[in-house]
């Protein structure tokens, strides 16, 4: 399974659009790139997906560069519930396959 | 309406107890997931299950038990061997024939008197 990185925390304010960078070095030819985010006492709920170039959607958009070692997720204008524990994932997209839940980056937004 | 639903919410046990945690699914999915989480902590997972009557370990299955009888049914059973329960644990779902988005249920926070 390939390993990802994320800073441990962020903090932004209300207004500005954030990005919070994923490392995954070892990525497979078949991974896909997925991001969760989690708000206290809940459990994770899906934000995006995306295998190359760029996604997006209504929340937010992911960036993969030509490499697919890192990618990056974009919040745009981000506001005060926002703030959540945001989670990078690297895997198959196919086949019914556990996946790991790594630390993820807390997203701390300020008014 | 389709989703996770898990209980109790919190629950507690005694020294010696075992204890049992529900998860059901209505979204037909194949796959389900047991995942403990502790304060300030990632997820960490326990048991899952790809099909109904099999089941994995995962990283941290030792002190927990699981059943997969219904498709819709994957209770966790946190038995007395589990020294250190105190936690919060997550069941999820996925229809692993299609991308691997997982699908959460509300959590039950287990604590120890």
């Known amino acids: 399974l390939a390993k990802t990185t994320q800073p441990i925390s962020m903090d932004s304010y209300e207004g500005q659009e954030v990005n919070i960078t994923c490392s995954h070095n070892n990525i497979a030819t078949n991974d896909y790139i997925t991001w969760y985010q989690q708000f206290p006492s809940q459990g994770p709920r899906f934000i995006i997906q995306?295998?190359?170039t760029k996604v997006t959607n209504e929340v937010a958009s992911l960036f993969i560069p030509a490499d697919r070692k890192s990618s990056t997720l974009s919040l745009p204008r981000v506001s005060l519930s926002d703030t959540a524990v945001y989670y990078c994932?690297?895997?198959?997209?196919?086949?019914?396959?556990?996946?790991?839940f790594g630390s993820g980056t807390r997203l701390q937004v300020q008014p | 309406d389709g989703g996770i639903t898990q209980s109790p919410k919190y629950l507690f046990r005694k020294e010696g107890q075992n204890v049992t945690l529900s998860c059901e699914q209505n979204?037909?999915?194949?796959?389900m997931y047991w995942y403990r989480q502790d304060p300030g902590q990632g997820l960490r997972l326990i048991y899952y299950s790809q099909i109904v009557n099999d089941f994995q370990k995962g990283d941290i299955a030792e002190g927990y038990s699981v059943s997969r009888e219904k498709k819709e049914s994957f209770p966790l059973t946190v038995t007395s061997a589990q020294k250190n329960p105190t936690a919060f644990y997550l069941c999820?779902?996925?229809?692993?024939?299609?991308?691997?988005?997982?699908?959460f249920g509300p959590g039950t926070r287990l604590l120890v008197l």
């Open positions: 995306g295998y190359k």
């Open positions: 979204l037909n999915h194949d796959a």
């Open positions: 994932l690297v895997g198959p997209h196919t086949g019914r396959r556990a996946l790991t």
């Open positions: 999820a779902s996925s229809n692993g024939a299609v991308q691997e988005t997982q699908y």
